[in-house]
């Protein structure tokens, strides 16, 4: 807990947070990152070799995470990235981290759940032959997790695009 005098830092969901630029610079494995705008970047190394860490969600309003955030954790298995506005950046700032984790040796798999307006694969320029087969496919039982997710040219990244064409998919 920081000092509710302190005008340089301040403390929220087990995260310490640098006011000013609303930086989260430090956070361990049950840190909540604050969904109520007082944080739109996460530092390097924030979460240093926290090893504890499975998940993490980013709120609405995220618009940087340094390439070295996660350095060390790796029992990481899932990160999202959350927001109902549009443009505001979670596409770039998902295929951002996949990049980096994929660069670093992690498997990793991006997924599209933008059902309205995906467009993950015409701004990355994924090619794939034939119909596309995506996650909304994958919920509806019209095809396997394995036919509904595409290799990338990054070395252990693929992309699982949201689908296209589906009633209803959820």
Known sequence: ??????TTYHSAGNCLIE?????VILGCQNSIIPTDGSVTSIGSYAFY???GITEVVFPEGTIYVDDD??????????IVF???LQSEGKSWMAMHVAANLAQRG???????????????????????DGEVKGLAHYLT???TLEEAMY????????IIPAGRDVSNPV
Not at 1 to 6: A, F, L, S
Not at 151 to 158: F, H, I, R, S, V
């Open 1 to 6: 807990t920081v000092d509710k005098n302190n």
């Open 19 to 23: 006011t000013a630029s609303k930086t």
């Open 49 to 51: 070799d926290c090893t």
């Open 69 to 78: 955030t996660f350095a060390g954790c790796t029992n990481l298995k899932k």
């Open 82 to 84: 959350t927001s109902n």
């Open 106 to 128: 992690r498997k990793v798999v991006l997924v599209d759940a933008d059902m309205r307006r995906s467009f993950l694969l015409q701004r990355y320029k994924v090619d794939i």
């Open 141 to 143: 039982g019209q095809c």
């Open 151 to 158: 290799e990338t040219n990054m070395k252990d990244a693929c």
